[in-house]
């Protein structure tokens, strides 16, 4: 360890110090060098980004592609799935409407029969009371007969 530290500061002897000031060259030098780095990181960057960017349009156009067709075929699907849909609603209104009508003929046949009949008896009463208005009428002459051949007989 002794060594290490004895060789250290020997080495530290022989080095020669270096004071000095940097002049406008070496600035300009500098600058040139770092203008020069930053020109080529900045190409390097600007690549690499429109690689990326070149990368993600891919991207994006694949998706697009896979999509549309996706959303065509859901279309077609869905399409026929409304055709289908709509036959079959064509067919449940010609159902409710068949329905209706049975019930109406149901319904209504028989009611017609009764107030056929109810026309009927109600002329069938009429006449009754028009017989029975003349059978009353025919009584009242015969009544009327009678007495009239028991004063002259």
């Keep these: 360890m002794k060594f290490i530290l004895i060789l250290s500061a020997m080495l530290l002897l022989f080095t020669v110090p270096a004071f000095s000031a940097l002049t406008v060259e070496d600035i300009e030098k500098i600058r040139s060098i770092i203008k020069e780095e930053i020109t080529a990181s900045e190409t390097r960057v600007k ?15 694949e ?3 896979r999509l549309t067709g996706e959303i065509r075929a859901l279309d077609s699907r869905l399409t026929g799935e409304i055709r289908s849909l709509d036959k079959q609603l064509d067919q449940l209104f010609a159902l409710v409407l068949v329905l209706v009508a049975f019930v109406a003929v149901v319904i ?3 009611q017609i029969i009764v107030a056929m009949q109810r026309k009927d008896i109600r002329a069938q009463d009429a006449k009754i009371e028009t017989q029975q208005k003349q059978i009353e009428a025919l009584q009242q002459e015969i ?9 002259r007989p």
């Design 108 to 110: 209504g046949i028989p």
């Design 143 to 151: 009544e009327t007969r009678k007495q009239e051949r028991i004063v």
């Design 63 to 65: 998706m697009d592609r």
């Design 47 to 61: 690549e690499y980004v429109s690689q990326e960017i070149a990368k993600v349009n891919i991207k994006i156009e």
